[in-house]
């Protein structure tokens, strides 16, 4: 189920969060002996496109659009090393014109702690033209299904 508490901007999530665990290997991890942060950059570009390929998402948008991110915002809370087992969980948090908004948790198994707090502002463009183009209802619907 998605998550009930307002975001940031005061948006009630759109859809329902999608979630995986992962073992952290050993090669994110950085000379500080812990997970590197670039490592949590990918992981949200890597859930973001397996919950939207898992609802259907990129048959409705068709080849003549994409998605392209505008910012990350991520907030560190605790470190994460090799061989811990972490959920991550993503979810849309709104849809605006030509733009969305999903956040992430990282979260440690082993004692529930959020180690990491993320959120990305997709922009929907025309591949063709480059441009920023209004979101689909069709597209909009698939993130509520």
């Not at 950059?41 to 392209?68: F, L, N, R």
């Amino acid at each position: 189920m998605g998550s009930s508490t307002r975001g940031t901007l005061g948006y009630m999530p759109i859809s329902s969060t999608f979630s995986k665990t992962i073992i952290i290997p050993k090669t994110v991890i950085d000379e500080n002996g812990h997970v590197n942060n670039v490592a949590y950059v990918q992981w949200m570009q890597d859930i973001a496109v397996e919950h939207y390929s898992s609802i259907g998402g990129i048959e409705v948008q068709g080849p003549d659009s994409t998605w392209v991110v505008r910012e990350h915002r991520i907030e560190y809370f605790l470190p994460a090393f090799a061989g811990e087992e972490i959920e991550i969980k993503t979810w849309v948090e709104s849809i605006r014109r030509v733009r969305s908004l999903r956040k992430y948790e990282f979260i440690r198994k082993t004692d529930g702690k959020v180690l990491v707090k993320g959120e990305t502002d997709w922009v929907f463009l025309d591949v063709k033209t480059g441009s920023p183009r209004a979101i689909p209802h069709e597209v909009e619907v698939v993130f509520q299904a």
